[in-house]
């Protein structure tokens, strides 16, 4: 701010007569504590207590499904259904935080109604889905056709295109031809098994959603 002459004279002014008023005794009251047990003023609005989704629940400790830092969660549990999922404070690697995908593990499951009652989430897939070669939509196919058909094509490309050297006559025994992706959604000891899957078969092309 540009402080002019007649500007400075005035806030010097101000400043003076407010210390002389807090001298005299003409300072504003410190605000005290609202009480507890004052009837409410007409316009204040009076939150209810409402029932915890966890009150009755049992809690069964566990670890985050998602990654593999393996936070401990507490998952409240209500006639064999989770009702709720929280970090547990008493884990040493996350002592109760949980990251973003961690604290939405409850919605892996449910997700909840115009009523706000918990519903099992729709959008979760039950069933592998198989877009054909050129085909513009995906479709349910049974877990047996799917693991069948992934078998038999991933021995095929193998055995099609599996190189023992490379082009100096070097030893690789590789395979380009295949892509394996981990997943986020896989517990630690799953995806260790699928690197471990990935390498006896010589695929190089291999990746994982998370960053960590
Ligand atoms: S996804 Fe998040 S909460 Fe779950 S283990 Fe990984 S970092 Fe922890």
Same mark, same amino acid.
């Given at each position: 701010?540009?402080?002019s002459?007649r500007?400075?004279?005035w806030?010097?002014?101000a400043?003076?007569?407010a210390?002389?008023?807090?001298?005299?005794?003409?300072a &504003? !009251? !410190?605000?005290t504590e609202p009480?507890? @047990?004052?009837?409410?003023?007409?316009? +204040? %609005? %009076?939150?209810?207590?409402v029932?915890?989704?966890v !009150?009755?629940?049992d809690t %069964?400790?566990?670890?985050c499904?998602i *990654? =593999?830092?393996?936070?401990g969660?507490l998952?409240?549990?209500?006639n064999g259904?989770i009702?709720?999922?929280?970090?547990? &404070?008493d884990h &040493?690697?996350?002592?109760?935080?949980?990251?973003s995908?961690g604290?939405?593990? $409850?919605?892996?499951y $449910?997700?909840y109604d115009?009523? =706000? +009652?918990?519903?099992?989430?729709k959008q979760?897939?039950?069933?592998?889905?198989y877009? #054909?070669?050129?085909a513009?939509d995906?479709?349910?196919? @049974?877990?047996?056709?799917?693991?069948e058909e992934?078998?038999?094509?991933?021995?095929?490309?193998?055995?099609?295109?599996?190189?023992?050297?490379?082009?100096n006559? +070097?030893v690789?025994?590789? *395979?380009?031809?295949?892509?394996?992706?981990g997943s #986020?959604?896989c517990?630690? +000891? !799953?995806n $260790?098994l699928?690197?471990?899957?990935?390498?006896a078969? =010589?695929?190089v092309?291999? @990746?994982?959603c #998370?960053?960590?």
């Amino acid at each position: 701010m540009k402080l002019s002459r007649r500007n400075f004279l005035w806030m010097s002014g101000a400043l003076v007569t407010a210390s002389l008023a807090a001298k005299l005794g003409c300072a &504003p !009251e !410190e605000p005290t504590e609202p009480d507890p @047990d004052a009837p409410p003023e007409d316009d +204040e %609005v %009076v939150l209810e207590p409402v029932d915890l989704r966890v !009150e009755y629940a049992d809690t %069964v400790t566990q670890i985050c499904s998602i *990654c =593999g830092v393996g936070c401990g969660v507490l998952c409240y549990v209500e006639n064999g259904e989770i009702v709720a999922v929280d970090g547990d &404070p008493d884990h &040493p690697i996350n002592e109760g935080t949980l990251c973003s995908k961690g604290a939405a593990l $409850y919605n892996m499951y $449910y997700e909840y109604d115009e009523k =706000g +009652e918990p519903v099992v989430n729709k959008q979760r897939l039950t069933k592998p889905l198989y877009r #054909a070669p050129n085909a513009t939509d995906w479709e349910e196919v @049974d877990w047996d056709w799917a693991i069948e058909e992934i078998a038999k094509r991933t021995k095929e490309t193998r055995d099609e295109y599996f190189k023992e050297t490379n082009g100096n006559g +070097e030893v690789v025994n590789r *395979c380009e031809a295949l892509a394996w992706v981990g997943s #986020a959604m896989c517990n630690s +000891e !799953e995806n $260790y098994l699928f690197r471990k899957f990935v390498a006896a078969n =010589g695929i190089v092309n291999n @990746d994982h959603c #998370a960053r960590l």
